[in-house]
C-alpha cells in the first residue's frame, strides 16, 4: 500500500459526459501527478501539480483538466468525454522536496474509466 | 509519446529461473525507476537508479544503467509465479514528468 487513494474504482460514462476522478496523496506530498495508461500501453503523462498550481503538462487537450486542494488531494477532470477517453487513470505523489526518497514517485490504485 | 522501448514485450520463465528485461531511453535523465503492476492496477516503484550510478541492487532485483548506451536491464533472480506482472521502466528529467516505456509482460510459471 502507497497510501495514495483514487475514488472511484470504476466508471462508465456515455460520450460527450464530463467526469471527475478524485486523489487523496500520501500524507506529506505536496506534488501530484496524473497519468492515463491505455490498455497494452505505458502510461502518459497528463499533468502535475506543486502547492496547488499546474506545473507540467503532457500532450493533452484543454479539455482534461486539474485541481489541487490545500490539502494536497487532487482531481482530474475531463469534459466532452470520446472514445479514446477510455483508460485506467493513474495519479502519483511525490514527496516535498528537500525530504530522503523525494525522486520516488507513489501511485494510487487508478481508476477505470470506461466511454461508451 | 514514450520515451523508449522495452525488450521483450513478452517474457515466460519457469519458477527459479531468472528474469531479464530491457528497457532504452531516448533523452538525458537524472534518474531510471522501474515498476510493477499486476493486473492493470496500480505501479509499484521497485527500484531507482541514478544516472551517476551503474548498478543497484534490491532484494533479488538488480539493476544496471548503461548512460551512454541510454539503456537499462532489471533481473529479478530466483523467480516466483508471484513475480507474474507487466514491469515498466520510467525516465525522470527531475521536473516530475516520468517517461514509461509499453512494458515487459511476465510470466512464471510453478
Redesign the interface.
Known amino acids: 500500500e502507497t497510501g495514495v487513494t483514487q475514488s472511484p474504482t470504476h466508471l462508465i460514462k456515455t460520450r460527450g459526459q464530463q467526469v471527475t476522478l478524485r486523489c487523496s496523496s500520501q500524507s506529506g506530498h505536496n506534488t501530484v501527478s496524473w497519468y492515463q495508461q491505455a490498455l497494452g500501453q505505458g502510461p502518459q503523462f497528463i499533468f502535475q501539480y506543486y502547492r496547488e498550481e499546474e506545473n507540467g503538462r503532457g500532450n493533452f487537450p484543454p479539455r482534461f483538466s486539474g485541481l489541487q486542494f490545500p490539502n494536497y488531494s487532487s482531481e482530474l477532470n475531463v469534459n466532452a468525454l470520446e472514445l479514446d477517453d477510455s483508460a485506467l487513470y493513474l495519479c502519483a505523489s511525490r514527496p516535498t522536496p528537500g525530504l530522503a526518497g523525494e525522486d520516488e514517485q507513489f501511485f494510487g490504485p487508478g481508476t477505470r474509466l470506461t466511454v461508451l | 509519446?514514450?520515451q523508449g522501448e522495452e525488450d521483450p514485450q513478452a517474457l515466460s520463465i519457469q519458477e527459479g529461473e531468472n528474469a531479464t528485461m530491457n528497457c532504452s531511453y531516448k533523452t538525458s535523465i537524472?534518474?531510471l525507476?522501474w515498476?510493477r503492476q499486476n493486473s492493470?492496477?496500480?505501479?509499484?516503484?521497485l527500484i531507482?537508479i541514478?544516472s551517476n550510478e551503474r548498478e543497484k541492487h534490491s532484494g533479488r532485483l538488480r539493476v544496471t544503467l548503461d548512460t551512454s548506451k541510454k539503456s537499462s536491464s532489471l533481473l529479478i533472480t530466483a523467480s516466483r509465479a508471484a513475480d507474474t506482472a507487466s514491469y515498466?521502466c520510467?525516465t525522470?528529467d527531475?521536473?516530475?514528468?516520468?517517461?514509461?516505456?509499453?512494458?515487459t509482460e511476465l510470466s512464471v510459471k510453478p
Do not use: C, E
Open positions: 509519446s514514450q537524472n534518474n525507476q515498476y492493470g492496477r496500480g505501479l509499484v516503484h531507482l541514478r515498466f520510467a525522470d527531475l521536473r516530475g514528468k516520468l517517461i514509461f516505456g509499453q512494458g
